[in-house]
């Protein structure tokens, strides 16, 4: 597989500016790497400043001149999120790609979750995802920019109740159905401004905090053999599609959820 996104042109975001929630590590890191990569100044923000710090260096050591903010608050208080938009786009000039990436998760079957549990999954992932937009949206105006939502594929049919992995997400699945209606109805409403509104579906990724977390050591193997493409996903394979949404070349792509998963949940009860 191709090990960079150099099939891009190397500097097609110069002058851009990207705000990443949930860049700290991970698929967003990857996307935040990526667009940093090709020319824009990226913010990102995250809930623990040590992982932020860990995240601007490792930037900085992938693309030497790039210019990285980061910015450590939590997605549940619009206040902080509309400060550091405001930071970013007094210090980088604009912005103009937002990707919606913060994410809670955790395996619990739903008879054992509390309502407290719930809710909380609910607050990160789809409130969180809302309050970001809302943040964005009078810079998006001024830039006619792009949202891109990173929600997931388990939430489309669920699983058979004898494969442990999507019946223990209740709170995630129903989390990402709602970013899921989010981007589709951001996407109608915002059109107007020039606003784009996309998702990233992702599915199994490798070497992520949420693979090693959510999938069973024990599964990985019976679940590798039932995707099509025959393999787990890496970051990069997010980074292309990521590149590709903010690229002109998706310019007439909005209210669409980029399913980048190896035709994994199409694929049957495995999924
Ligand atoms: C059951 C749990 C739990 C667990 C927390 N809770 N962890 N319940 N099993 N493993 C409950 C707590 O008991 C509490 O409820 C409530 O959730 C809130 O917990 P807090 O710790 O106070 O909340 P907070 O610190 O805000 O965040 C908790 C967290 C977060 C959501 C678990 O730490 C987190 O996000 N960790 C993992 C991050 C991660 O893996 N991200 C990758 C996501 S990948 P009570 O009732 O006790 O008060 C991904 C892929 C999507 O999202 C694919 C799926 C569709």
Redesign the pocket.
């Known amino acids: 597989m191709v090990e960079t996104t150099d099939i891009f042109h190397s500097n097609i975001f110069r002058g851009k500016t990207a705000f990443v929630t ?1 860049g700290g590590s ?1 698929i967003c890191l990857g996307m935040a790497t990526a667009l940093a990569r090709h020319g824009a100044s990226v913010s990102i923000a995250g809930r623990t400043q040590s992982k932020l710090d860990s995240a601007r260096a490792l930037i900085m050591a992938n693309v030497p001149n790039a210019k990285v903010a980061v910015f450590a608050l ?1 997605v ?1 208080n619009p206040q902080l999120l509309e400060s550091a938009m405001k930071e970013t786009n007094e210090r980088f000039g604009s912005i103009d790609f937002v990707v919606c990436g913060a ?6 079957p739903a008879e ?6 719930f ?3 609910i ?3 789809l409130v969180g995802t809302f309050n970001t937009c809302k943040a964005a949206l009078p810079y998006l105006k001024v830039s006619k920019g792009l949202i891109i939502n990173v929600t ?4 489309y049919k669920g699983t058979p109740v004898e494969h442990l992995l ?1 019946i223990m ?1 209740v709170h ?2 129903a ?2 159905a709602g970013v899921d209606a989010l981007t589709r109805v951001l996407a109608l409403e915002w059109g107007q401004y020039g606003i784009r509104v996309n998702g990233i579906a ?1 599915g199994p990724i490798d070497d ?3 693979m090693s ?2 999938m069973p050591e024990l599964m990985r193997e019976n679940f590798k053999r039932a995707i099509p493409l025959e393999r787990f996903g890496h970051v990069k394979d997010i980074e292309f599609t990521t590149v590709y949404l903010c690229s002109e070349a998706a310019k007439l792509v909005t209210g669409t959820i980029e399913v980048v998963d190896g035709g994994e949940w199409l694929a049957g009860p495995m999924s």
Do not use: E, H, W, Y
């Not at 994410?103 to 619990?108: S, T, V």
């Open positions: 949930g991970g939590d549940r994410a809670g998760n955790f395996l619990c054992k979750l509390s309502l407290n549990a809710k909380t999954v607050d990160i992932d997931a594929t388990l939430q999507s997400m995630a699945c989390a990402k992702p992520t905090q949420g977390n959510l």
